[in-house]
């Protein structure tokens, strides 16, 4: 006799829904189907009625796909900038991938199947935009100098080599293949059996059905403005951007190259204006105010368009971090004129000694290192915290291999039919190709047992971390990636360091091994977002897989391409990044492989985090937070308010006065993100293309 499973998250289904059902008349996107999500009844019927009808609805198209890819790939650019301008990485390619496929009238499952190509592509980027700079940082930046001499051999990276991107490339697309077939496990059991929420899904499945009465009614024009609405705003803030940053006329002073300086338009425009530099709004460096906090506001369209995305309320909690290192860190520090280890020439030295900037000093020697521990201290306490979730991950691993989670529902093939899931079979010998394959590509640089060790934890941690981030996702819609990722550093230094390898290949195949695996849990969690939806709109589990897996190949590569030139720029500091993520990794390899270790600032971030992530439950975004100026956030925070008030005091006036539908309010929302898109988009593409100008006369020689 089978157990009855126990869920904290399954809900009581509605009586029309149980009629509905046991008549087998519910349809998708029917008022029932909206009231009885994550009920399991509901989960179990459409599965069944998947598995009879999606043979038919939907088609897996090449043409479709293509769109997707397309988008995910130019996303997969974007998020490369984006992630190392502020942290975080942006979800516009689904709306652009939807609004595409609902200008061309193609059904909802068409629209999922489109979109998750667009997701597979422009995720898969994630460890090459929050960890991969960490080695340009340790081989080129000046602030990771120490005494002298950079913890990293830079004769793999470039302009010399594009040795360590190639081998970082092959690895992130196996991890990435390992991170979505690993979700094969769970799929039944965490999406019918037992439907773990995904908060705010239901938004998707909303804009899906929109799209379905689009198809049949015709409302290819609606679409299409908005699409044209991503286009006006993506040149406009192109332009914008090229005004602001770039290089156009010459200063008349010369780089250590022989090569004249330059400047942009709006910077040479504002050459005798202390408050203004060409890119922020800022109290005047030499006011002594800036000895205790620097308050600035950056003209960046981008992180306006973010705080869009985020309302105000949860954009002002992940500027709590920013807040906090401004308004209490830096002003303590130079109240006490704190003493701070400076990597340049290995002394101590007091904030009091850089006035009138000596703020600028206690947030990159102070701040910084106890950013460093609030973010450990928040990831390891969120882990901690998610002991429940181990146990219950645990036992339903072991429920599914023993057998014990409704085997005869779990059978992948249909007779006469195909494929109705991706066979689970192609775990192992995909575990077993990536185990290979990963350990013969890293060979060539880094030795055969150093390499089988990195290959080997890889593989073990994407599948152990991977099943932990899936349920935190189902839970929270929020995904784990910064808080495991230092764990995976911090387990991968310590072995190397045991087995006697060298501190620069220990950093090095350390960070690679961070960034492969950052990617491949980035995979885990954006496969449960393109399932879901999957179920309520009659796609069959099989070809979601596969748009997945093909969309990881060439996000991936254009992923190692452009995180190389990026990565460049940023560690020569021709782009002026931030890269909290990157900066964060950097720093905590030198630590723990050389350099002065800052103990007590660390153990205050660390309790800090702690603090923070019992609080709020976002300590790893705090200690993110604490990384970055108020310029960034502060636009942020002030689009995230205008969110606000333009809802309140026009949109609901407009539907309340005008007695608009609930489509047609959806669809003014919907114009707004395209906006918001554009200004993301524009900002990011200017942003790469200067880099590319940066960085391809030192690869071109």
């Not at 908005?226 to 602001?244: E, K, N, P, Q």
């Not at 501190?503 to 969690?525: Q, Y």
Request: net charge negative; proline share 4%; glycine share 10%.
């Amino acid at each position: 006799m089978s157990k009855v499973r126990t869920s904290a998250y399954r809900q009581t289904p509605t009586p029309e829904g149980l009629k509905a059902i046991e008549k087998g008349t519910l349809d998708y996107f029917d008022t029932e189907m909206y009231a009885n999500f994550n009920t399991e009844v509901l989960e179990e019927y459409l599965e069944e009625k998947n598995k009879r009808d999606g043979f038919g609805t939907t088609k897996w198209k090449w043409n479709q796909m293509l769109l997707g890819l397309v988008i995910g790939i130019l996303f997969a650019i974007i998020n490369q900038y984006v992630g190392l301008k502020v942290g975080m990485i942006v979800s516009g390619s689904w709306y652009v991938a939807y609004l595409s496929a609902m200008a061309l009238r193609w059904s909802p499952g068409e629209v999922n199947l489109s979109a998750s190509a667009s997701t597979g592509a422009s995720m898969v980027c994630t460890g090459f935009v929050f960890t991969y700079p960490a080695i340009y940082l340790l081989a080129y930046s000046p602030k990771y100098e120490m005494n002298g001499s950079y913890l990293v051999d830079s004769s793999l990276l470039l302009p010399d080599s594009w040795a360590l991107a190639g081998v970082a490339m092959i690895a992130s697309i196996l991890g990435g293949f390992l991170g979505c077939l690993y979700f094969i496990i769970f799929r039944r059991v965490w999406l019918v059996e037992d439907p773990l929420p995904l908060p705010g899904f239901e938004a998707n499945i909303k804009l899906m059905d929109i799209a379905g009465e689009t198809s049949k009614e015709g409302g290819m024009e609606g679409a299409m403005h908005s699409i044209r609405l991503v286009g006006i705003s993506t040149a406009v803030v192109m332009l914008f951007t090229f005004l602001r940053d770039w290089p156009i006329f010459g200063t008349g002073t010369y780089d250590a190259a022989g090569e004249e300086v330059k400047e942009s338009f709006l910077t040479s425009a504002s050459k005798n204006t202390e408050w203004y530099d060409g890119a922020d709004l800022m109290v005047p460096m030499s006011n002594p105010i800036t000895n205790y906090t620097w308050l600035g506001f950056e003209l960046t369209p981008m992180m306006g368009a973010i705080g869009w995305f985020m309302r105000f309320r949860v954009a002002l909690l992940v500027s709590l971090g920013t807040f906090f290192t401004w308004f209490i860190v830096t002003p303590l520090a130079y109240q006490y004129d704190y003493p701070f280890y400076y990597p340049l020439d290995g002394n101590y030295h007091s904030v009091s000694q850089f006035a009138p900037i000596g703020s600028i000093y206690s947030y990159s020697y102070v701040a910084r290192p106890m950013a460093i521990g609030a973010i450990l201290g928040g990831g390891i306490t969120g882990l901690l915290k998610m002991a429940p979730v181990f146990k219950t991950t645990a036992s339903d691993v072991i429920d599914i291999f023993k057998g014990e989670s409704d085997d005869a529902a779990r059978k992948d093939y249909i007779e006469g039919r195909g494929w109705y899931e991706w066979p689970i079979s192609h775990i192992p010998i995909l575990l077993l190709v990536s185990l290979i394959g990963i350990t013969l590509t890293f060979s060539t640089q880094f030795g055969f047992f150093a390499s089988f060790i990195f290959s080997l934890v890889l593989c073990l941690t994407t599948f152990a971390l991977g099943a932990i981030a899936v349920k935190v996702m189902g839970e929270t819609s929020i995904e784990p990636v910064s808080g495991t990722s230092f764990i995976v550093l911090l387990m991968l230094v310590l072995i190397f360091k045991a087995i006697g390898l060298n501190e620069s290949d220990t950093a090095v195949l350390a960070l690679v091994g961070t960034t492969v695996f950052g990617g491949a849990i980035s995979m885990s969690g954006t496969v449960i977002g393109d399932y879901k939806p999957g179920l309520y709109v009659g796609n069959r589990p099989m070809h979601i897989m596969k748009t997945e897996l093909v969309g990881i190949i060439p996000g991936t590569i254009v992923a190692a391409l452009f995180a190389g030139l990026l990565s460049l720029a940023l560690a020569r500091g021709d782009l002026i990044l931030y890269a909290p993520q990157a900066n964060a990794f950097a720093a905590f390899a030198q630590i723990m492989l050389g350099g002065q270790t800052p103990w007590s600032l660390l153990t205050v971030g660390v309790i800090i985090g702690v603090f923070m992530e019992l609080l709020t439950g976002m300590g790893t975004a705090f200690g993110l937070g604490m990384y970055l100026p108020m310029v960034v956030t502060l636009p942020m925070v002030v689009g995230g308010g205008l969110r606000d008030y333009w809802e309140s005091r026009f949109l609901d006036v407009e539907v309340e006065k005008k007695g608009l539908s609930e489509k047609e309010r959806t669809m003014k929302l919907l114009n707004t993100y395209m906006i918001a898109t554009g200004c993301i988009v524009g900002e990011a593409l200017l942003g790469t293309f200067l880099a590319i100008y940066y960085v391809l006369p030192l690869i071109t020689g």
